[in-house]
């Protein structure tokens, strides 16, 4: 069992910057493929970021590469997202997940999920 806590979500100008953070308890996360999602008010959950499990290469969805980095730190047992450059399109809230899956990219590999934190980009 993980359990994942998120945080640094806020409001943000077009083109600031923000770092979320995720804690993980009940086991190492390093153990784990961890994901980083979002989803916007009538959208479906998507993508964003994640490292495979027992790896510190991060992986990116298009709309995000360049812009947000994902890293990993064991020793804190927390994954963080930074994400600079952001667009008002970037607004969701932001999901962080663990899995025991070496596959990434969809939702289902996921088992562990945080509550979410919020992420509003004004224009």
């Known amino acids: 069992q993980v359990q994942l806590v998120e945080s640094g979500g806020g409001l943000v100008q077009a083109g600031g910057s923000l770092r979320l953070s995720c804690a993980a308890s009940?086991?190492?996360?390093?153990?784990?493929?961890a994901g980083w999602f979002r989803q916007a008010p009538g959208k479906e959950r998507e993508f964003v970021a994640a490292?495979?499990?027992?790896?510190?290469?991060?992986n990116y969805a298009e709309s995000v590469q360049g812009r947000f980095t994902m890293s990993r730190d064991n020793a804190e047992n927390t994954v963080y997202l930074q994400m600079n450059s952001l667009k008002p399109e970037d607004t969701a809230v932001y999901y962080c997940?663990?899995?025991?899956?070496?596959?990434?990219?969809?939702?289902?590999?996921?088992?562990?999920w945080g509550q979410g934190t919020q992420v509003t980009v004004s224009s």
């Open positions: 490292i495979r499990r027992k790896t510190d290469m991060p």
């Open positions: 009940g086991s190492a996360f390093t153990y784990y493929t």
């Open positions: 997940a663990a899995g025991q899956s070496s596959y990434y990219y969809g939702a289902q590999y996921y088992a562990y």
